[in-house]
């Protein structure tokens, strides 16, 4: 497709379940990044992709959250033993390279309710 | 201080009025300036970048003032489908991580 893909784009969960997000990217685009969106707030940085390493893991909230990326394209997010306060819009985004000038693409978001 | 800042509004407006929209940025460093719309429920998108010289792009406006750490977004003649949260976003030199404000929430009304 043309544009970033996420999946799924809604998940209901139970409090202490495992969730996995999926992120396609645009094809080509080596710089990958999540970032999460609670109601009515800002974006916060998660994670961020170059190929298929994180240089920067600074924003994940706790160890309950990893991700990865393989063959430089797809990455997957994991919430491990989810809690409520994970309810948010999980939102990814590539880049065509790592230049501060480039345009990030956004995928339209995976919401996660934790009940 | 915050990194990025912006004032999130609402900014409420007629049809048709002419809005402005500041961002201040802390970190003298930062390069690259953007600003993105997000309309409700939906991801965000790129509006336009900012280039130090200004640039304009049918009814919007973009400025960059270094000296004062602000970039600024003016919108004309304002279209019921302008409304929508508005947010800046700050690239700093030598960070791959972009910042983002909180956004300015607009509401253009018949």
């Known amino acids: 497709g043309a544009g970033v893909s996420q999946s799924p784009s809604n998940k209901v969960t139970e409090k202490g379940k495992d969730v996995e997000l999926r992120c396609d990217p645009i094809s080509g685009h080596t710089a990958l990044y999540w970032y999460r969106q609670s109601l009515g707030q800002g974006l916060e940085f998660l994670i961020y992709f170059q190929g298929n390493s994180a240089p920067d893991k600074s924003g994940l909230p706790s160890d309950r959250f990893s991700a990865e990326r393989t063959g430089g394209s797809v990455s997957t997010l994991t919430i491990q033993r989810t809690q409520q306060e994970d309810s948010a819009v999980y939102l990814c985004?590539?880049?065509?390279?790592?230049?501060?000038?480039?345009?990030?693409?956004f995928g339209p978001g995976t919401r996660l309710l934790v009940l | 201080r915050k990194e990025v800042e912006q004032d999130p509004g609402p900014f409420n407006v007629p049809e048709g009025a002419t809005v402005a929209f500041n961002c201040t940025y802390s970190?003298?460093?930062?390069?690259?300036f953007f600003w993105y719309r997000q309309d409700c429920r939906k991801e965000p998108k790129l509006l336009m970048s900012?280039?130090?010289s200004g640039n304009e792009d049918g009814r919007f406006t973009a400025q960059l003032n270094r000296a004062s750490q602000y970039i600024s977004l003016l919108i004309r003649d304002s279209k019921l489908s302008d409304s929508a949260t508005y947010l800046c976003?700050?690239?700093?030199?030598?960070?791959?991580?972009?910042?983002f404000g909180r956004g300015t929430s607009l509401i253009v009304h018949p």
């Open positions: 970190n003298s460093a930062s390069q690259s």
């Open positions: 985004a590539s880049r065509l390279g790592s230049a501060v000038q480039e345009t990030q693409y």
């Open positions: 976003v700050v690239n700093r030199g030598g960070s791959y991580i972009p910042t």
């Open positions: 900012v280039y130090s």
